[in-house]
């Protein structure tokens, strides 16, 4: 390892002849077939990245299978954020088909054309979707009183077109 802190390219592929077995194996034992290899290729990433940190004189070993084992918790824990986001469903909702009957449905994409991108964005988020407002300011990067006023400033819009259309 302190060769390879120097810079010297055969002990980099001695080093990763050699524990490259004992990573694998760490890394099957708990992941998937398709993790796997991904994990190990970030773990000798992070090795490589974080080699200055490694002292002298101190085993090799429990200093490179830390970095392993936190390569393996931050993938779980992304897999785990990612798993709660997604919602799994057995059946595709339909697509709504554009009859007659969807009359409404264009008034309202034409009066959300009139709006201003950021705007359109904030009133889809919250009333389409129907997310929280804290939902959408984190999803747009901003802050709840900006989400409020962006949904103000829209909802005075579209109240003052739907007046000049005789509408309210």
Not at 81 to 105: H, K, W
Not at 122 to 145: F, H, N, P, Q, Y
Not at 146 to 154: D, G, L, M, N, S
Request: glycine share 6%.
């Amino acid at each position: 390892m302190v060769r390879y802190q120097l810079g010297d390219a055969a002990a980099v592929e001695e080093l990763v002849q050699r524990l490259s077995p004992r990573l694998m194996r760490f890394f099957a034992a708990t992941e998937p077939p398709g993790e796997r290899e991904d994990l190990f290729q970030d773990c000798w990433i992070r090795v490589h990245r974080s080699r200055h940190t490694y002292r002298a004189g101190e085993p090799l070993l429990p200093w490179i299978f830390a970095i392993a084992r936190h390569t393996r918790l931050d993938a779980y824990r992304r897999r785990r954020r990612r798993e709660s986001r997604e919602l799994a469903v057995d059946v595709l909702p339909e697509v709504a088909s554009a009859g007659p009957e969807q009359s409404g449905g264009e008034n309202f994409d034409r009066l959300l054309e009139k709006l201003p991108e950021g705007q359109r964005e904030v009133i889809v988020m919250l009333k389409v979707t129907g997310m929280s407002l804290e939902d959408v300011a984190r999803a747009t990067s901003s802050t709840v009183g900006a989400v409020k006023q962006k949904a103000h400033r829209a909802y005075s819009t579209l109240r003052s077109v739907l007046e000049k259309e005789g509408h309210a």
